[in-house]
């Protein structure tokens, strides 16, 4: 172990209260004496308040009340790491080897009657989640990293829609998961304003040796969901949409990411809502028709029309394949 996972063991073996030897220490952790009493020595330094008793059943022990210190976590704090962990890395977190690493040290130094209640609660704690193609955590570190340390980047970017890769100039604001994806906000330089991109059509990314500025107090959580969602204001430039369906289906649709922000009016059997012309008829004709014919669009006649086709396309696609 490194110098710094050796000190750190140090104070989970004496937060047990118990007086411990550098003898005993030397053994726990299979270092030389000397190296214990040199870790002990910068941890004091540090200011972690070590006592030292000489004699017969002398030894190391913490100061109670450093036992208690934030450095320590309780069970329901080590258990809500561990199944937080569980989430972030089914999400592709970038830093997954490290974060495996802390979860093993948090079990190691934990006493046992706190490992094996940890150990019932992780058995059955599971998270689901699409895999990820591992190609992208070298990209998502590199994009983290950047974000932290504000350093332009260059990468071959394709669009959703397009079958070639453009090569863009960004300054990453923030990292963003949202719906099984991760997407990076960021000052695109080609069109001069931010815009949020999808992580898994970075093809190649490159460091540049150029800094930027953060706006002030710039969120990308809200400048994302901003970019998806209408505000008060751009409501009435929007199409108004009027769907009727059983009590069920109104209310899952007044919970989806795609309307819950767009409700003008709901009752038991219909739903008003106001949407952009492109989400109406480029995101929310999808999303319908996995209801079939569980719902009815009274309005607009624009977004029956293109359900329709859209529903006619793919008849002719799959009778004729």
Not at 15 to 40: F, P
Request: a negative charge; proline letters at 3%; glycine letters at 4%.
């Amino acid at each position: 172990m490194s110098k710094a996972d050796n000190m750190l063991a140090i104070l989970w073996l004496l937060k047990s209260e118990k007086k411990m030897t550098a003898k005993q220490l030397s053994d726990e952790l299979e270092i030389h004496i000397r190296t214990v009493y040199r870790y002990i020595d910068a941890l004091c330094a540090s200011g972690v308040p070590i006592v030292s008793d000489s004699g017969h059943n002398g030894g190391y022990s913490l100061l109670h009340n450093f036992t208690k210190a934030p450095l320590f976590f309780d069970l329901n704090e080590q258990k809500a790491l561990i199944h937080a962990a569980k989430f972030a890395q089914e999400a592709g977190y970038p830093f997954g080897d490290a974060l495996s690493q802390a979860i093993t040290k948090l079990k190691t130094y934990t006493n046992k009657e706190q490992l094996s209640q940890i150990n019932r609660h992780e058995a059955h704690f599971d998270v689901i989640n699409p895999s990820k193609n591992s190609v992208h955590e070298s990209v998502l570190q590199v994009l983290e990293v950047s974000v932290a340390n504000a350093c332009t980047l260059q990468m071959d970017y394709q669009k959703g829609n397009s079958e070639h890769v453009q090569t863009r100039r960004i300054d990453p604001y923030g990292l963003v998961y949202w719906k099984g994806n991760w997407y990076i906000t960021a000052y695109c330089h080609l069109r001069e304003e931010i815009r949020s991109f999808r992580v898994d059509r970075i093809h190649v990314l490159y460091r540049t040796e150029l800094q930027f500025e953060r706006p002030p107090e710039f969120n990308a959580r809200e400048h994302f969901l901003n970019m998806l969602l209408p505000d008060e204001e751009q409501m009435e430039d929007m199409v108004s949409v009027r769907i009727q369906a059983r009590p069920r289906i109104i209310n899952y649709l007044a919970d989806h990411w795609l309307f819950n922000q767009s409700i003008v009016e709901q009752t038991e059997d219909t739903l008003h809502i106001k949407m952009h012309e492109s989400t109406l008829h480029d995101f929310a004709p999808y999303t319908l028709l996995s209801y079939g014919q569980q719902l009815q669009i009274l309005e607009p006649l624009s977004l029956r029309e293109r359900l329709s086709c859209i529903a006619a396309e793919l008849y002719e696609h799959y009778r004729t394949v």
